[in-house]
């Protein structure tokens, strides 16, 4: 596992600001009905709707409202664990067999936005999809979360209101998988290509208009298993590419609520000031800045070089002047109090780059890239890819600097996101600057989707 984290580098957690507009508001309020929310996309839909062919929330984020899950993580609720998961397409779930089964018995009534009935035949129909099951009656394109149910057995629909998951081995952390918000449920009538462009669901919105480079519309679904929800009429996402000019719309009154993630605490802070009635929630987001390297490819396949990256990056300053503050340092899962599986900071500090002594550790580093035949007479050159987004070009940008302290001479190269995972896929780079988010704080989740030999995400192909 050392040598994998050190090809996939993770920086640090975010924990990031959530800015909302609105009206002060007291503690308590009573719902009313009406109103539609805007909100903003850092970029359009590279993939439409097809979540389960994505691994990025600028997917998930305009969505997931026409969609449902199994279960979900209680959203009322601060920590995401196995106490946190509550019923949605399911009314209850019963772990039988020593945790090898797992029975859902399914909320009876609901429908999907084209007025079919849903049943366990659309669970099954998922589920045996995304496993790539021997005779799963459809493909994906893409299959980033596979390897989440590598474990899984068989999936039986015994009748339309129950449905089996049968496993090789007990792993209650698959309730988990299935909370995430990446796991919603296909139907088993609607060809999987066809999220690509649209959205057919159970949620409570459904899919009006998306017009690219322009808005994603959804309306109220007027059919939602839910009594009385929602409560808005829509919600309305705007694609803005550039990050002052949406942090601009947010400030003018033209967008209610910001990306989940975007917003640095200076910004949050400007903001207030300008606008005193904007909310400012901060949330924990599981999310690890990351360097990949190509462990196929010169230079990269030297371990000597890919530990001397490891050695060189200072992660406390990235924290600092990245995410100004507003993060932690750790490795591959998130730390204490935050998640329940990352290492402690006196475990991290033995690692290669984890140390408090920053010139020690680019000491170190410059020394392991002599042993690899560099020099300031014969620097490393590189390119960097990353994706044009404002978060990910700031990362790359501190990583750039801080390479260059141990002579390697990196340039930037940015692209977009429908591009990054093509070629992150291929291994067709040197080195890039990643942000990963996880959904599920669980190592099943996290290590088979980000490290697994074979996985679609294990980007190194270490």
Request: contains cysteine.
């Amino acid at each position: 596992m050392t040598r994998v984290r050190i090809a996939a580098l993770p920086a640090s957690f975010a924990l990031l600001t959530l800015t909302l507009a609105s009206p002060a508001t007291t503690e308590a309020q009573t719902p009313k009905s009406g109103g539609v929310l805007n909100m903003m996309l850092r970029e359009d839909l590279a993939q439409g709707f097809a979540i389960h062919e994505t691994a990025t929330i600028s997917t998930v984020w305009p969505a997931m409202p026409c969609f449902n899950n199994l279960v979900l993580f209680d959203p009322l609720k601060k920590t995401e664990s196995v106490d946190t998961v509550v019923g949605e397409l399911a009314e209850k779930w019963s772990w039988q067999d020593n945790f090898r089964n797992l029975v859902f018995f399914l909320r009876k009534g609901v429908k999907w936005h084209d007025g079919q009935p849903f049943t366990a035949k659309d669970v099954k129909f998922t589920f045996d999809m995304l496993r790539e099951a021997a005779d799963a009656p459809a493909k994906l394109r893409i299959n980033p979360r596979k390897d989440w149910y590598a474990n899984v057995e068989a999936i039986e629909a015994p009748d339309p209101s129950t449905v089996v998951f049968r496993l090789k081995k007990p792993q209650p952390s698959l309730l988990l998988m299935l909370a995430s918000g990446y796991t919603p449920v296909y139907a088993a009538h609607v060809p999987p290509a066809s999220y690509r462009t649209g959205c057919v669901g159970t949620g409570p919105f459904k899919l009006k208009e998306w017009r690219k480079g322009e808005f994603v519309e959804l309306v109220r679904n007027p059919d939602y298993f839910v009594k009385g929800r929602p409560y808005l009429e829509g919600l309305k996402y705007f694609p803005i590419v550039e990050r002052g000019t949406r942090q601009a719309a947010l400030q003018a009154g033209k967008l209610d609520v910001s990306f989940p993630g975007e917003t640095t605490k200076t910004a949050a802070e400007q903001l207030k000031a300008a606008v005193p009635q904007l909310v400012v929630t901060p949330y924990n987001q599981n999310v690890s800045d990351n360097i990949i390297m190509n462990v196929k490819k010169p230079p990269f396949d030297n371990p000597k070089v890919r530990l001397a990256v490891s050695h060189a990056i200072d992660r406390r300053a990235l924290v600092r002047a990245v995410h100004q503050g507003g993060a932690v340092v750790g490795a591959s899962l998130a730390p204490k109090p935050w998640g329940f599986w990352g290492l402690a900071e006196k475990d991290l500090l033995g690692l290669p780059g984890y140390a408090t002594n920053p010139a020690d550790e680019k000491a170190r580093a410059r020394q392991l890239m002599a042993e690899a035949g560099y020099s300031p007479e014969k620097p490393l050159r590189v390119e960097i890819v990353t994706r044009a987004i404002a978060v990910y070009v700031d990362m790359a940008s501190f990583v750039i600097n801080e390479l260059k302290q141990i002579g390697i001479d990196a340039s930037l190269k940015q692209i977009e996101t429908a591009q990054w995972h093509a070629m992150a896929t291929r291994g067709d780079y040197q080195i890039g600057a990643n942000l990963t988010g996880i959904g599920p704080d669980d190592p099943d989740a996290n290590f088979y989707e980000n490290y697994a030999c074979g996985s679609p995400r294990n980007y190194s192909q270490y």
